[in-house]
């Protein structure tokens, strides 16, 4: 211990503001993965693979409609209010903040009508799944409060407000929804699991207001004026980013839905949302890390942010090492969880774990390119990705069903970050 202890008083500064930020968001992201991990057991357990199936395909409209809601503003606004803030101008802070919030405002509700309207549509049409179509229109009363309290985590985390950030983000919606779903689903089935997620999202939005309210109440409360244009020249590139995003995300459970059966989908979200255990370390170093690299590359620090990612990826290999071995040789046991008929999907979780470790390996590349002005390199890197899944999920998926997308999905995140890998190497760190 006290060789640990001198070594943590040797680091870097920054290095060390990095990880004890780290480890505060890795106790709040346990948190956060234990609430999700316990979320989808719960949804599993009470409906099983085929009525899970539904309800994640409803989930995937959903958050698809609310990203495009953001218009890639949430990772904009780190960038632009940890720069603000670290300079002291506060007007700025609010200006930016004040401006990303009422665009949000005005897109979501558009696109929650449209999702409402068109939720038979989409039910019977596109997907051939009649059961789709109530829990789709109640979802979509999702959209407008998931966009904004998004919008704020990300505010949040600009601030440096790390543990007000996960909690938005990750924390509050999952527990709040494991909380309310066991009535509702007993009485309304996948409507109401779905009913749940609005209310428990409406509840979140809440807290990211007041706590945003709380940490700027030292600032001047006037905005300042912030350009439209300026926020919208990092906004949109960061945009089809995030769209190429969910298309890696999101596409193997959308054309299960298309080409195999909700069964089928039920099996694959089991699976892949456990595999994402792996990678929580991540996303915990990922929370702190943004601001930090948007703050060193504002002050032209290129010697300590090169220690910074290379010391934080070191660590998280060996944190999620464990992880990836549990799941590589004892799968079934953490698929029996979700209910015996989960424990076909053993092989999905093996694959994907292994893509999950390779993102954790590469370290938190995509955050260092957007934060360091390199939108646009990280747009084309994912234009490639998202035309990779494309592509591997129109092969694999009609042939090898919840197999094919598990493969599918795994290659792309790999290639995805092992790219970003190569593009920080050239474009940032050397």
């Known amino acids: 211990m006290k060789v640990l202890s001198l070594q943590f008083t040797q680091m870097d500064g920054h290095l060390r503001e990095l990880l004890r930020g780290a480890s505060t968001a890795a106790s709040l992201k346990f948190l956060a993965a234990l609430a999700a991990f316990g979320l989808n057991l719960l949804i599993a357990r009470m409906l099983g693979p085929e009525g899970s199936g539904i309800y994640y395909l409803a989930f995937t409209l959903v958050t698809i409609a609310a990203v495009i809601a953001r218009f890639g503003l949430d990772n904009t606004l780190i960038r632009f209010i940890a720069a603000a803030e670290s300079a002291g101008r506060y007007a700025r802070v609010q200006g930016v903040y004040r401006l990303g919030f009422k665009l949000t405002v005005v897109i979501s509700l558009v696109l929650a009508g449209v999702m409402f309207a068109s939720a038979h549509w989409i039910a019977t049409v596109v997907f051939n799944e009649a059961a789709l179509s109530l829990p789709l229109q109640v979802m979509s009363l999702a959209v407008p409060p998931f966009a904004l309290f998004v919008i704020h985590a990300q505010a949040l985390q600009g601030m440096k407000r790390i543990r007000d950030a996960i909690a938005t983000l990750s924390v509050i919606a999952p527990v709040l929804t494991i909380l309310l779903s066991p009535l509702l689903i007993i009485q309304f089935g996948v409507a109401g699991a779905s009913a749940a997620y609005v209310m428990a999202a409406v509840v979140t939005?809440?807290?990211?207001?007041?706590?945003?309210?709380?940490?700027?109440?030292?600032?001047?409360?006037?905005?300042?004026?912030?350009?439209?244009?300026?926020?919208?020249?990092?906004?949109?590139?960061?945009?089809?980013?995030?769209?190429?995003?969910?298309?890696?995300?999101?596409?193997?459970?959308?054309?299960?839905?298309?080409?195999?059966?909700?069964?089928?989908?039920?099996?694959?979200?089991?699976?892949?949302?456990?595999?994402?255990?792996?990678?929580?370390?991540?996303?915990?170093?990922?929370?702190?890390?943004?601001?930090?690299?948007?703050?060193?590359?504002?002050?032209?620090?290129?010697?300590?942010?090169?220690?910074?990612?290379?010391?934080?990826?070191?660590?998280?290999?060996?944190?999620?090492?464990?992880?990836?071995?549990?799941?590589?040789?004892?799968?079934?046991?953490?698929?029996?969880?979700?209910?015996?008929?989960?424990?076909?999907?053993?092989?999905?979780?093996?694959?994907?774990?292994?893509?999950?470790?390779?993102?954790?390996?590469?370290?938190?590349?995509?955050?260092?390119?957007?934060?360091?002005?390199?939108?646009?390199?990280?747009?084309?890197?994912?234009?490639?990705?998202?035309?990779?899944?494309?592509?591997?999920?129109?092969?694999?998926?009609?042939?090898?069903?919840?197999?094919?997308?598990?493969?599918?999905?795994?290659?792309?995140v790999a290639t995805q970050n092992i790219l970003c890998v190569f593009t920080v190497k050239k474009n940032v760190l050397f």
């Open 205 to 412: 939005l809440g807290f990211g207001v007041w706590r945003w309210r709380i940490s700027t109440n030292h600032h001047p409360q006037e905005a300042g004026r912030f350009s439209i244009e300026e926020l919208f020249s990092s906004s949109v590139p960061l945009f089809w980013v995030a769209i190429m995003n969910l298309i890696v995300a999101w596409m193997p459970t959308l054309m299960l839905g298309v080409f195999s059966t909700t069964y089928e989908v039920g099996l694959f979200n089991a699976a892949n949302r456990t595999a994402m255990l792996v990678s929580f370390v991540l996303v915990a170093v990922n929370s702190i890390a943004a601001p930090k690299f948007a703050e060193l590359h504002q002050q032209g620090d290129l010697a300590a942010l090169r220690n910074v990612v290379k010391s934080s990826t070191r660590l998280m290999i060996l944190a999620a090492s464990p992880a990836l071995m549990m799941f590589l040789f004892f799968p079934g046991a953490f698929l029996h969880l979700f209910g015996s008929k989960f424990e076909a999907a053993g092989n999905f979780l093996r694959i994907m774990a292994c893509g999950q470790f390779v993102n954790v390996a590469t370290g938190s590349v995509g955050y260092l390119l957007m934060m360091t002005g390199n939108e646009r390199v990280l747009r084309r890197i994912t234009i490639v990705s998202a035309s990779s899944a494309i592509v591997l999920c129109l092969m694999l998926i009609p042939v090898y069903g919840a197999l094919g997308a598990s493969i599918a999905t795994a290659c792309v």
